[in-house]
């Protein structure tokens, strides 16, 4: 047996009994996440009052973070960890508490499946909504961290009439949705390791936001629109992690107002030792292609405003998505590079299909090294030494990009070229 079809059926065994443990629970939904203020145990419960969770084998109460309303006729409970918790059990489900200094990070993101103006996708297919099979994949390489750049909430519209890919499925910003969108074809990458989320911009206020503040902004206190999620870091030993919130920021216009909110986010990021990588959801760069010609992708326009003249010296790295394909771009030691992995779940952006297309262009006024292709799946990201080594795995499990990044130097490849 090949190593492919054994690590696929590796993860699939891992989803289906996570799923299985969790259909054990009391109707529990449960993961670690990263805040400012440390990690922390979140859960979903149907019960009463919130539960006590086990950690290292003794009782730690949860508080409650929101209560049941109309659309989540749940509640939300959270449990600080502290330094040095090792093991997390909720209800029978096992967590794993976070390492003080993580060597494997799984990246995605753009991962609901889209009801929504038209475009409907198979919910109920791998192929037509690969999410599941993308997270089970994930979970099996075993990482420590996995960062979500954003966009969780796509079932916006109810499924039209005759659709029997999407037929009976939930839409709307309710627990139902949530559950379908993120919580169950999750669980396995959820149970894996400790989570960073991003908003994006299907979690603005118009759209998913009450979801969002609800069950994975960072803040202690739920939030209300309209309002912004705090920009909070989280020390990976070097670097660390600056979480900004971009989900109003503009594609084509700077709006002065978009642009001193978005400034405003970007002013606590500091660089410490190992520097700083920004986690946003719409990228400040991006390269759009046609056939393998290469160019600037004119992606954020407010961003690219908020960031003339801020001292962004100790940022190595920005990780985005929104755009739906995963796209490289390297400026060397002038400005950060731009990683982007739009490739979860939701529908791929159009003339991005494979092969993959590589080469120079400028961007925003710089030379870029680019990398850009269209594919489902997700991105692990190895520490080696000071530097990261990179590979994007599709949803065959196989390689289609190897990374390096040094420093600020970031370069892709497709795997067996120079």
């Keep these: 047996m090949g190593k492919t079809l054994r690590r696929t059926r590796v993860a699939l065994a891992l989803a289906f009994g996570v799923l299985a443990s969790a259909g054990r629970a009391a109707a529990v939904v449960a993961w670690v996440q990263m805040t400012g203020a440390g990690a922390e145990v979140r859960l979903v419960t149907q019960a009463a009052a919130c539960p006590s969770v086990e950690v290292d084998g003794a009782a730690r ?27 997390v059990l909720v209800e029978g489900l096992q967590l794993r508490a976070p390492r003080p200094r993580p060597e494997r ?7 609901g499946c889209r009801l929504k103006g038209g475009s409907f996708q198979n919910c109920r297919d791998p192929m037509g909504w690969p999410f599941p099979r993308v997270a089970a994949l994930a979970a099996a390489r075993k990482p420590d961290l996995v960062i979500h750049v954003g966009d969780y909430y796509y079932r916006e519209a109810p499924c039209p009439p005759g659709a029997a890919g999407c037929a009976g499925s939930p839409y709307g910003d309710r627990w139902a949705t949530w559950k379908a969108e993120l919580f169950d074809p999750a669980a396995p990458l959820l149970a894996a390791a400790p ?64 642009v001193a909110r978005f400034a ?3 002013a606590p990021v500091r660089a410490g030792p190992g520097g700083a990588w920004i986690v946003t959801h719409r990228p400040f760069w991006d390269a759009s292609r046609l056939g393998d010609l290469l160019a600037d992708g004119h992606v954020n326009a407010t961003e690219r405003a908020a960031a003339k003249g801020r001292d962004l010296t100790g940022v190595r790295l920005i990780l985005s998505g929104h755009v739906h394909n995963f796209t490289s771009v390297g400026f060397g ?19 991005d299909a494979p092969p993959p297309a590589a080469g120079t262009a400028r961007v925003d006024g ?3 090294e680019i990398f850009t292709m269209g594919r489902f799946g997700y991105f692990v990201f190895d520490r080696r030494g000071e530097d990261w080594v990179g590979h994007f795995y599709d949803t065959q499990d196989r390689v289609a990009a190897a990374c390096v990044l040094h420093g600020r130097e970031l370069v892709c490849r497709a795997p067996g070229s120079r």
């Design 61 to 87: 109460p949860t508080r409650q973070r929101a209560g049941p309303d109309e659309a989540f006729a749940n509640r939300v409970c959270v449990a600080k960890l502290r330094p040095g918790d090792r093991s």
């Design 333 to 351: 030691s002038p400005r950060p590079a731009q990683l982007v992995v739009g490739t979860g779940g939701d529908t791929l952006d159009f003339g």
């Design 195 to 258: 989570w960073v989320f991003a908003r994006g911009n299907h979690e603005a206020c118009k759209r998913g936001a009450g979801g969002w503040f609800r069950q994975l902004d960072a803040a202690p206190v739920v939030k209300t629109c309209p309002a912004d999620s705090d920009t909070f870091a989280v020390d990976l030993g070097g670097p660390t992690l600056f979480v900004v919130d971009s989900n109003d920021t503009e594609d084509f216009l700077a709006p002065p107002g978009n």
């Design 105 to 111: 990070l799984v990246i995605l993101g753009d991962s």
């Design 366 to 368: 710089l030379p870029a």
């Design 264 to 266: 405003a986010r970007l």
